[in-house]
């Protein structure tokens, strides 16, 4: 979001300043009184020596004018015009602090100088000293209630300091008595955006328009607005025009790449993403779009230099790192930790607002809320449909919190039916959302996105529910102090692995992932044929998401190719250039073209049906199949896997160990490399895993969701319980 600059308070400190119509001069304010011709030397007159500074300054003569504002402090200490004026003297030299205390020395004097006060709080601003300013802003509004300026400023610093609802009430008051002024309309309109007040942020930045037409920072914001309300033709039409007006705008070019992204324009946005970066290559956030563009279409160039350049920017603490980022491409947990706790700590800090929530009396059902933006055709909900629908409904009371599209496809119908109650709660603020979970009386909060894409982590930020858990939807962890419990497993996050969760974690006995065994495998009978597979040989496949292709492991994949004779790698393809690059990749590996297969996206069911014609699923590392994994077992395809040291990448180690398939597992490259090959050659036992999987999959934890539903349900238990008690959190098992 891009915040207006007080009119005129780029260059604060240099008069005269130019004024906007109707607006005071934002610089620093001069006492001169009328003004004598110079005088060849000082004279020992205290009121000439003010003149004679005033003078000078005004000629740029700064060091005279110091020494002019010193004899007349001489001749006069309680003169307040010489102290006033020697600190603007002195901010014209950099030195801020005797500024300062010139300043003070004037409030001194007349401690009901409004201007004097102002100074000061320009100065302390200047100084990074955001509180003092503050009260010094407000001292000056105690005094001119009218003084616009001041009440502009204070306003900026409550929008810097996150403080939304002082921001847009500041601006309010501006625009009560400016109402024409732009920059105030712009500046409330951030403070609602970032409080995720949409609507009335756009409206703002609609007004502010109207009033200038080419502002291109407003056009930025309701891109950017619109843009998070998925409206976005809109979007592209704001942005668009803002990068005409402002070419070398990073921030613009990077909602551009963002609305692309989403949009599945991978190329384009990777392009608008790299023409930012040219322009400011320290714009938050940068990094991780260009890294996620790049793996989403397998363009690898310098992807590891990126990478390498990723885990500088947490140690470094730089702003707007994706965590997601760093849990999909880093197997490091320590970092992984890191990288959430600086994300949090920038963005959603915990927030005091609504004050402590007090557990509910024990006794009556307990209140379990799902947040999540994924209630329709979404991975997160194929695999928890069943558990919201055999969910205990005697013990318990379920409420969905729902903030994505009101898509109405038969997923998001299904969903719905599941619960007692479920909440549209796409155009609330997250202090709102947090509120009504408060007035609902919620006990059990669980946010199923953490750092995903279209999270709403800052309702949490608000402390919605007296205990708050992460589960399925963020492969790692949060970072957050106000998170409480993490579901997991003891394969998924082995116990000495803990200390690199930031929440207690809470171990389910078999594998942490619910999947749902309705799923409906197509009766559609595939050929080979039909979907591009050679008639012969065997087939490997990976129907992960491209992203989590990196070079070692098309090394690695292409190693055991060349040792497998006569067979192809099945790879999905989400977009045009991933087949292009991919292909470019295998040949400089020395693999032949044909011996890699896309296919494209197809409806869930025959998307099962198609597993039939794989012979063995690769995983990927550092970030596992998750979900995929699930569907190829469940399509009763084996799964091969590498279990690495972080969450993400041991997701599939855990679906196979609650499959009773443990000997899938591989522990280093080279024994997953030499297990591929090994299954590839031995026919008879390949065919008995298959047959085991077969035979155990129905049956198995893995896929029973009643059973889940009560293990998960017992956790719920635990931790209503040790709250009702005042106990604090603690990690516990099932």
């Not at 619109?226 to 803002?242: N, P, V, W």
């Not at 928890?384 to 409420?399: G, N, S, V």
């Not at 045009?576 to 069911?605: C, K, T, W, Y």
Request: overall charge neutral; proline content about 6%.
């Amino acid at each position: 979001m891009t915040d207006s600059k007080k009119p005129n308070f780029n260059i604060r400190f240099q008069s005269p300043a130019v004024p906007a119509p109707g607006f005071p001069s934002a610089g620093v304010s001069f006492r001169v009184p009328t003004m004598q011709p110079p005088e060849p030397a000082l004279p020992d007159d205290a009121q000439a020596c003010n003149t004679q500074g005033n003078t000078w300054l005004q000629a740029n003569r700064v060091a005279d004018a110091i020494k002019a504002y010193d004899r007349a402090i001489a001749l006069q200490a309680d003169y307040l015009d010489p102290h006033f004026n020697r600190g603007n003297a002195l901010l014209r030299l950099g030195r801020k602090a005797e500024a300062l205390t010139a300043f003070e020395r004037a409030i001194a004097l007349a401690p009901g100088l409004a201007l004097a006060h102002y100074n000061r709080a320009t100065v302390l601003e200047g100084m990074g000293r955001e509180q003092e300013s503050m009260d010094s802003y407000r001292q000056v509004l105690c005094i001119e209630p009218g003084h616009v300026q001041a009440q502009f400023n204070l306003g900026c610093l409550h929008l810097r300091r996150k403080a939304y609802g002082e921001a847009v009430a500041c601006m309010d008051r501006v625009l009560a008595l400016e109402p024409r002024l732009a920059q105030a309309h712009n500046n409330r309109g951030n403070a609602l955006l970032k409080s995720r007040h949409l609507l009335e942020a756009v409206a703002s930045f609609d007004q502010a328009l109207a009033l200038q037409p080419q502002y291109a920072d407003a056009l930025v914001n309701r891109g950017n607005a619109r843009l998070q309300r998925k409206e976005h033709a809109q979007a592209f039409a704001d942005l668009d025009r803002a990068i005409r007006l402002n070419p070398d705008q990073a921030q613009s070019r990077q909602l551009m790449g963002t609305l692309l992204r989403d949009s599945k324009r991978h190329e384009e946005a990777l392009q608008e993403f790299q023409r930012a970066w040219r322009c400011n290559p320290g714009q938050p956030g940068l990094l991780t779009d260009i890294l996620g563009a790049k793996t989403a279409v397998c363009d690898w160039h310098n992807i590891g230099a990126g990478i390498d350049r990723l885990g500088q920017a947490v140690a470094q603490r730089q702003p707007g790192v994706s965590p997601f980022s760093v849990a999909v491409l880093c197997d490091d947990p320590a970092l992984q930790l890191q990288a959430a706790r600086n994300f949090v700590a920038a963005d959603y800090p915990e927030n005091p607002l609504l004050g402590p929530v007090a557990p509910r009396a024990d006794g009556g059902r307990i209140r379990v809320g799902y947040y999540s933006a994924d209630f329709h055709h979404h991975a997160t909900a194929i695999l928890m449909a069943e558990l919201f629908e055999l969910h205990d409904r005697e013990r318990f009371e379920w409420f969905a919190f729902s903030f994505g599209p009101d898509s109405q496809d038969a997923m998001h119908v299904r969903v719905r039916q599941a619960f007692d109650h479920f909440l549209d709660v796409r155009d609330r603020s997250d202090e709102a959302v947090a509120r009504l979970s408060r007035e609902l009386g919620i006990d059990i909060a669980v946010d199923l996105k953490g750092f995903t894409q279209d999270t709403r982590f800052g309702i949490f930020s608000y402390r919605c529910a007296p205990v708050q858990v992460s589960y399925l939807g963020y492969p790692g962890t949060t970072g957050a102090d106000y998170i409480d419990y993490a579901i997991a497993d003891k394969v998924v996050l082995p116990p000495q692995a803990r200390c690199h969760f930031s929440e207690k974690v809470v171990y389910l006995p078999h594998s942490y992932q619910v999947n749902d065994s309705k799923r409906r495998i197509a009766d559609r009978a595939f050929t080979r044929e039909a979907l591009g597979l050679p008639a012969t040989g065997f087939v490997f496949c990976c129907f992960n998401n491209n992203y989590k292709i990196l070079p070692q492991m098309l090394d690695g994949w292409g190693r055991i190719l060349h040792a497998v004779e006569d067979s192809v790698l099945w790879l999905l393809e989400d977009n045009p250039a991933v087949s292009r690059n991919l292909l470019r990749e295998a040949q400089a590996r020395g693999i032949a073209p044909q011996r890699l297969v896309f296919a494209q996206r197809m409806p869930l069911d025959e998307h099962l049906a198609r597993h039939r014609l794989a012979d063995l699923f690769l995983d990927t590392l550092p970030c596992n199949a998750h979900t995929t994994a699930s569907d190829a077992l469940w399509a009763g395809l084996p799964v091969l896997t590498c279990a690495g040291q972080s969450f993400a990448s041991r997701v599939a180690a855990s679906l196979l160990h609650a499959v009773g398939l443990p000997e899938l597992v591989t522990e280093t490259q080279g024994a997953y490399e030499a297990r591929a090959i090994a299954l590839a050659r031995d026919a008879g036992q390949l065919d008995a895993l298959r047959s085991r999987l077969h035979a155990q999959a129905p049956a198995s934890p893995l896929f029973d969701a009643r059973r889940f539903a009560r293990d998960l349900e017992a956790a719920y238990v635990v931790m209503h319980a040790r709250a009702v008690q005042g106990l604090p959190p603690e990690a516990f098992k099932v």
